[in-house]
Nanobody
């Protein structure tokens, strides 16, 4: 069982920056991918960025060049550096961690953080 604790959200002016953190704790076999999703009121939860275990990353077109995802495998923590923020970035941001609970491929499980509010407004 894994627990995810998010931090770093808040209110920021357009053009500003925020850094989100998501720390995982608990016993698992291995972590595969770590990523960030976001959801605005009335919308579906959309992928923002994902980081593979080997270091590869992928971003939504809307954040490419502005956001940077990184991970510290030793700390079981994933970060999202958000620069040049706009009001369209306002949403609840959710950390996602996919893990193998055991060595069996059938043990893959997806975990979600509690969500942290990011509001971009002047």
């Amino acid at each position: 069982q894994l627990q995810l604790v998010e931090s770093g959200g808040g209110l920021v002016q357009p053009g500003g920056s925020l850094r989100l953190s998501c720390a995982a704790s608990g016993s698992i076999f291995s972590i595969t991918t770590m990523g960030w999703y976001r959801q605005a009121p009335g919308n579906k939860r959309d992928l923002v960025a994902v980081a593979a275990s080997g270091g590869g990353t992928n971003y939504a077109d809307s954040v490419k060049g502005r956001f940077t995802i990184s991970r510290d495998n030793a700390k079981k923590t994933v970060y999202l550096q958000m620069n040049s923020l706009t009001p369209e970035d306002t949403a609840v941001y959710y950390c996602n961690v996919d893990v193998f609970e055991t060595h069996l491929s059938s043990s893959v499980r997806r975990y979600w953080g509690q969500g942290t509010q990011v509001t971009v407004s002047s």
